[in-house]
């Protein structure tokens, strides 16, 4: 599938199985036109982002886990957010957008977790996270 191929670093590979299907698609078929058209902009945006020399990795790994988790792809943003974490323990950022996929996969205690310590880490309290995770 188009998506393994990119999670396999196969972006250009990626790309063709999308021309392909492009191709073989009805013109009638608006909404699978939609579907390539939408595959193909999240390509771009994670290539860019991949190339992009004025990021460090843990800004990185932060713009692909707000990606995936627009996607609704959970562990892929779980694990980006996860790599950027490790690159530095006080990254606020990371430490908010996991506690939302915490929360997003039912994790209400790592939720919480991370969302005090992102409000610790930024400053930044009375959120709409906050109020999402804290039920307020």
Do not use: W
């Amino acid at each position: 599938s188009v998506y393994i191929k990119y999670l396999m670093g196969k972006n250009s590979e990626a790309l063709q199985l999308i021309s392909i299907k492009e191709k073989n698609i009805l013109f009638k078929d608006a909404p699978e036109k939609q579907t390539i058209n939408n595959l193909r902009k999240v390509l771009a945006d994670l290539t860019e982002i991949i190339n992009n020399i004025n990021l460090d990795e843990k800004n990185k790994s932060l713009e692909k886990a707000k990606i995936y988790a627009k996607l609704k792809d959970y562990n892929l943003a779980l694990n980006e957010l996860n790599n950027a974490i490790l690159e530095d323990h006080n990254f606020g950022d990371a430490y908010a957008l996991r506690a939302m996929v915490f929360y997003y996969l039912n994790l209400k205690s790592e939720a919480l977790k991370d969302l005090e310590m992102a409000e610790r880490l930024t400053g930044k309290f009375d959120t709409p996270l906050s109020k999402m995770i804290r039920g307020v």
